[in-house]
């Protein structure tokens, strides 16, 4: 099971609110999956990838807190479609519209476009599509819930799983002799407690002097707490990684 997570790591969009539809492209794959940026996953699609001002600024849009999945108005944009307000408008839009076209939001000389619909300066000179009225919060909570977020998330949960989990044995192994002391105390502080519940008359300390000094038997319970901290040290990234989402 601890091999599973480790290598298999990631869970299903099947709960997710945007995107949970959209299938995989193929694409190749980065080198380091975990630094990959929205549009090198294999959800960006290339109908909207091609005008999106996410791709044009190289940059990621859960650092942005708008994308393709989420915010309606980069989809409309970057397809060329119509505002909310009139989905059967095919001419082109424009300011007076209340959107424009990706290819003029980007254009530098098209400083009066750019106001047609509400936006901020981001990376590289380009203007990234903003919606004033969700708060940081409703953002993120998009993100939380978007199949290219959750995709970014698997990869740096695949990425952080062996490092996370080997790390436990190897502070095991520096920290040997100190484990060795605390399995000790517990075992002497166990031991007073059976002392003190007996109803006979053996002496305190027994458990403990079978154990104590016996480097076979310390090991044992060593390597047993070893592989419950490894349990733990998974469950804590898997927390993070797919609950919390940090």
Same mark, same amino acid.
């Given at each position: 099971?601890?091999?599973?997570?480790?290598?298999?790591?990631?869970? %299903?969009?099947?709960?997710?609110?945007?995107? *949970?539809?959209?299938?995989k492209t193929e694409r190749k794959q980065p080198l380091?999956?975990?630094?990959?940026?929205?549009?090198?996953?294999?959800?960006?699609?290339?109908?909207?990838?091609?005008?999106?001002?996410?791709? /044009?600024? *190289?940059?990621?849009?859960?650092?942005?807190?708008?994308?393709?999945?989420?915010?309606?108005?980069?989809?409309?944009?970057?397809?060329?479609?119509? @505002?909310? !307000? %009139?989905?059967? *408008?095919?001419?082109?839009?424009?300011? $007076?519209?209340? +959107?424009?076209?990706?290819? !003029?939001?980007?254009?530098?000389?098209? !400083?009066?476009?750019?106001?047609?619909?509400?936006?901020?300066?981001?990376?590289?000179?380009?203007?990234? @599509?903003?919606?004033? /009225?969700?708060?940081?919060? $409703?953002?993120?909570?998009?993100?939380?819930?978007?199949?290219?977020?959750?995709? /970014? &998330?698997? /990869?740096?949960? &695949?990425?952080?799983?062996? @490092?996370?989990? #080997?790390?436990?044995?190897?502070?095991?192994?520096? $920290? +040997? %002799?100190? +484990?060795?002391?605390?399995?000790?105390?517990? #075992?002497?502080?166990? !031991? *007073?407690?059976?002392? &003190?519940?007996?109803?006979? =008359?053996?002496?305190?300390?027994?458990?403990?002097?079978?154990?104590?000094?016996?480097?076979?038997i310390e090991t044992v319970f060593i390597v047993c707490?070893?592989?419950?901290?490894?349990?733990? =040290? &998974?469950?804590?990234?898997?927390?993070?990684?797919?609950?919390?989402?940090?």
């Open positions: 099971a601890l091999i599973g997570r480790i290598f298999g790591g990631g869970r %299903d969009a099947a709960d997710l609110s945007y995107g *949970k539809e959209v299938g380091i999956g975990a630094l990959a940026k929205c549009w090198e996953l294999p959800f960006c699609r290339e109908g909207i990838r091609v005008r999106c001002p996410i791709f /044009h600024a *190289k940059t990621k849009c859960w650092k942005e807190r708008v994308g393709c999945m989420c915010e309606e108005n980069i989809i409309l944009l970057a397809m060329g479609g119509a @505002p909310p !307000d %009139d989905p059967e *408008k095919t001419q082109p839009l424009t300011k $007076q519209s209340g +959107f424009i076209p990706i290819g !003029d939001l980007l254009s530098k000389n098209a !400083d009066e476009k750019k106001a047609a619909i509400p936006t901020r300066a981001g990376p590289r000179g380009v203007r990234i @599509p903003t919606n004033p /009225h969700l708060n940081e919060s $409703q953002k993120r909570e998009r993100c939380r819930n978007c199949v290219i977020y959750n995709e /970014h &998330q698997r /990869h740096k949960y &695949q990425f952080l799983s062996a @490092p996370v989990t #080997l790390f436990v044995p190897l502070l095991v192994i520096w $920290q +040997f %002799d100190n +484990f060795r002391r605390l399995i000790d105390t517990t #075992l002497g502080i166990l !031991d *007073k407690l059976v002392g &003190q519940v007996s109803f006979n =008359a053996i002496s305190s300390g027994h458990l403990k002097s079978e154990i104590n000094g016996s480097l076979p707490l070893t592989l419950v901290m490894m349990t733990w =040290a &998974q469950r804590a990234l898997e927390y993070s990684m797919f609950k919390i989402k940090i």
